[in-house]
């Protein structure tokens, strides 16, 4: 049980890191689109420590990749039509789901 503590501790620092490095609105797409970056990766590394969510990382590459640019485009070419947030939204659902085992 102490082990699932941890790994319920360590998720939920990842998340909140994650979550507060991707603004809810920001004036320059790069910056943004960095910060959505760097917190997708996070995110796509903390998914590989857990073998629950490796259904997730095959099901759907693309939003697991360990890829900082291919990332950074999505995010550019999506910027202001609201897919980044829903893609985030996805992402954070999926890594809740399989970290909690549900």
Known sequence: MHNVSRQVLALGVVLGVC??????????????CRSYASAAINASRAARTHD??????????????????????FCMGAFGSGANQREWDLRSGELNRCVAGR
């Open 19 to 32: 979550t507060a490095a991707v603004p809810g609105r920001a004036e320059d797409p790069a910056e943004y």
């Open 52 to 73: 629950r969510c490796l259904r997730f990382i095959e099901e759907n590459p693309a939003r697991w990749a360990l890829n900082y640019g291919n990332h950074f485009r």
